[in-house]
C-alpha cells in the first residue's frame, strides 16, 4: 500500500548533512511513511483478533481451569456452543465500572497534581522535570517524572487497606477480572479513537505527525507522535506507566490474596512471580527518565497499539502467571524454585546492566567506563526534519559489544522465569515468553530498519562492528 501524503515532509538539507545521506534519510526516522501489505493485513488481524484473544486466555481461566484447548474441544466436539460459553461470561457492572473510573482518575491525579518529591529524598533517583530525545521534527518535550511516587502512594494505600484499614477485600481485582475488561477495552478504544481524532484535528505539535493515507495503520501505529494535553499531560507516559505497569502489581498482590483464600496458604510459585515481576515493575519506575529514551517514547507514535494495548494486552495477559497459579497453586521443589529465582534474577541483571551501559554512554557522551575500561565508540549523525544536523554516537563495548540488543536476551531470560514458575501443566502460563519472543524479535527488526535509515553509513559500521542481533553466533 502506497503511502500518500507526506504533509510534514523535511525540507533543505544543511551543509553538513552530505557525509551520510546516501543512505540514511533526513527526518524520516521514525514511524513507517509507507504501508505495505504484510504489515497491513498484521494490523487488520491484529484490530480484528487481539481483543479475542485476550478474551480467549481470560475466559478459558474463568471457565475451563487455564486449560487453552478446553473451548475449542468443547465447541468441535459439540458439548458447547459458543452462545453458551458467552452466557456464562460475566458482563460489565455498575461496581467494575465505578471501580475502573476511580482507579483511572486516582492514577491521573497521581501523575498530573503531585510534582514529584521522591528525588528530593532517593539517592540516586532521577526523578522531577526532565527532557526526552530529540523528535524527527526536532522537538524536545519535556515530562514530569513522578511515576515511582506513583507506584509508592498506590501501594501503600493497598497494604494499608489491606492490613488497617479494611475499605475492600485485596481479592477485589480478581473478583471482578472480567467486568474490569470491559471497562479496560472501553478505555482503550476511546483513548486510541481520541488520539487518532486529535492527531487530524488539533495535534500537540503537527510537525511530529505521520500521515500514511491508511486509516487502519494510521490508527493502529498512531498519527501523533507525543500527544498531549495541557502542559504536562503526555498519553505516552501516561497510558504506559499508569494505569498499566501501575496495576501490574496490584493485579499479582490480589492474586496471591485470592490464592490464599481459596487453598488457604501461598505457594512458593506465587511468591516468585510476585517478587520477579515486582522487581521488574520497580525497576520500570525507578528508571521512568532513562524510559524516556526508549523505544516507545522516543519513536513509537500513540495509537491503538500503545493506547489500547496499555489499557487491556499489557494489564490482561502480562500477568496470566499469577492468574494461572490461583486455579493451579503450583509449589516448587526447593532445587526447581532456585533455578527459577536465579534465571529471573541473572535475566534481570543482564537486562539492567545493558540498558544502564547506553543510558550511561549516552549521558556521558562516552564519557565513562564500560566494564572498566574506556567504552569503544562509533561516531554517528542524522538529521531531523528541520533540517538540523545532530551529531551522536554508539556504544561498542560492554553488552552492546556483545549483541545489538543484549538487553531483549536479559528480558526474554526473566520472562521464562515467571512462565517456569507455573510448572508444566499448561501452556497458558507460557504465552508471556512466546509473546515477548515474537515481540522482541520483531522490536529488534524495526529498531534496526530505522537506525539504518537514521544513521545511514554509520550504522552499517556498527552492525560491521558487532554483526549478531541477539544471540552471538545464532541471530
Ligand atoms: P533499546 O533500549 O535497545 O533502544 C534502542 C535504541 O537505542 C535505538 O533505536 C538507538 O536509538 C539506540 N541504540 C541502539 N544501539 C545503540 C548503541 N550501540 N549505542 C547507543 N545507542 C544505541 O530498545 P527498547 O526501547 O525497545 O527497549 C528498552 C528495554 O525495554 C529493553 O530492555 C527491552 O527488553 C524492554 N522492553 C520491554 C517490553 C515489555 O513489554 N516488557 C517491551 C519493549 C521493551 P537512537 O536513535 O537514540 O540512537
Redesign the pocket.
Known amino acids: 500500500m502506497a503511502a500518500k501524503s507526506q504533509p510534514n515532509v523535511p525540507k533543505a538539507k544543511s551543509v553538513d548533512s552530505v557525509t551520510n545521506d546516501r543512505t540514511a534519510s533526513q527526518g524520516q526516522?521514525g514511524r513507517a511513511w509507507e504501508v505495505d501489505w504484510f504489515s497491513l493485513g498484521s494490523i487488520i488481524f491484529l484490530l480484528l483478533c487481539a481483543p479475542f484473544i485476550v478474551y480467549y486466555f481470560i475466559m478459558a481461566c474463568d471457565q475451563y481451569s487455564c486449560a487453552l484447548t478446553g473451548p475449542v474441544v468443547d465447541i468441535a466436539t459439540g458439548r458447547a456452543r459458543l452462545s453458551d460459553i458467552w452466557a456464562k461470561t460475566p458482563p460489565i457492572t455498575r461496581k467494575a465500572a465505578q471501580l475502573y473510573t476511580l482507579w483511572v482518575t486516582f492514577q491521573v491525579l497521581l501523575y498530573t497534581s503531585l510534582p514529584d518529591f521522591c528525588h528530593k529524598f532517593l539517592p540516586g533517583y532521577v526523578g522531577g522535570i526532565q527532557e526526552g530525545?530529540v523528535t524527527p521534527a526536532g522537538v524536545v518535550n519535556k515530562y514530569q517524572i513522578n511515576g515511582l511516587q506513583a507506584w509508592l502512594l498506590t501501594h501503600l494505600l493497598w497494604f494499608a487497606n489491606a492490613h488497617l484499614l479494611s475499605w475492600f477485600s485485596p481479592t477485589i481485582i480478581f473478583d471482578n477480572w472480567i467486568p474490569l475488561l470491559w471497562c479496560a477495552n472501553i478505555l482503550g478504544y476511546a483513548v486510541s479513537t481520541f488520539a487518532m481524532v486529535k492527531g487530524y484535528f488539533f495535534p500537540t505539535s503537527a510537525r511530529d505527525c505521520k500521515f500514511t493515507g491508511n486509516f487502519f495503520y494510521n490508527y493502529m501505529m498512531g498519527v501523533e507522535f507525543n500527544p498531549r494535553i495541557g502542559k504536562w499531560f503526555d498519553f505516552k507516559l501516561f497510558f504506559n506507566g499508569r494505569p498499566g505497569i501501575v496495576a501490574w502489581t496490584l493485579i499479582n498482590l490480589s492474586f496471591a490474596a485470592k490464592q490464599r483464600e481459596l487453598h488457604g496458604h501461598v505457594t512458593n510459585a506465587m511468591v516468585l512471580v510476585n517478587v520477579l515481576q515486582a522487581i521488574?515493575v520497580i525497576d520500570f519506575f525507578w528508571n521512568e527518565t532513562w524510559?524516556l529514551?526508549?523505544?516507545?517514547?522516543?519513536?513509537d507514535h500513540f495509537g491503538w497499539y500503545l493506547g489500547w494495548g496499555d489499557c487491556v494486552w499489557?494489564p490482561y495477559l502480562?500477568t496470566l502467571q499469577g492468574l494461572y497459579l490461583v486455579y493451579h497453586p503450583v509449589q516448587l521443589s526447593t532445587p526447581r524454585a532456585v533455578g527459577v529465582l536465579l534465571l529471573g534474577l541473572v535475566g534481570y541483571y543482564i537486562?539492567r546492566v545493558?540498558?544502564h551501559q547506553?543510558d550511561l554512554?549516552?549521558r556521558t557522551d562516552g564519557r565513562c567506563l564500560i566494564w572498566g575500561k574506556k567504552p569503544k565508540v562509533?561516531e554517528?549523525s542524522?538529521t531531523s526534519a528541520d533540517g538540523q544536523r545532530h551529531h551522536?554516537?554508539?556504544?561498542?563495548s560492554g553488552f552492546?559489544?556483545v549483541a545489538?540488543?543484549f538487553?531483549?536476551v536479559?528480558?526474554?531470560m526473566g520472562?521464562l522465569a515467571y512462565c517456569l514458575a507455573c510448572g508444566g501443566g499448561h501452556l497458558l502460563p507460557y504465552f508471556y515468553i512466546i509473546y515477548?519472543a515474537i515481540?522482541?524479535t520483531h522490536?529488534?527488526l524495526r529498531?534496526e530498519h530505522?537506525?539504518a535509515s537514521?544513521?545511514g553509513r554509520d550504522w552499517e559500521r556498527?552492525t560491521a562492528a558487532?554483526p549478531y542481533r541477539l544471540l552471538p553466533g545464532i541471530f
Open positions: 526516522w530525545a521488574y524510559y529514551k526508549t523505544i516507545d517514547i522516543c519513536h499489557l502480562y537486562f545493558a540498558n547506553k554512554f549516552r562509533i554517528c542524522y551522536s554516537k554508539l556504544l561498542v552492546w559489544g545489538r540488543h538487553n531483549y536479559g528480558d526474554l520472562s515477548m515481540l522482541l522490536r529488534c529498531d530505522r537506525c537514521k544513521y556498527y558487532v
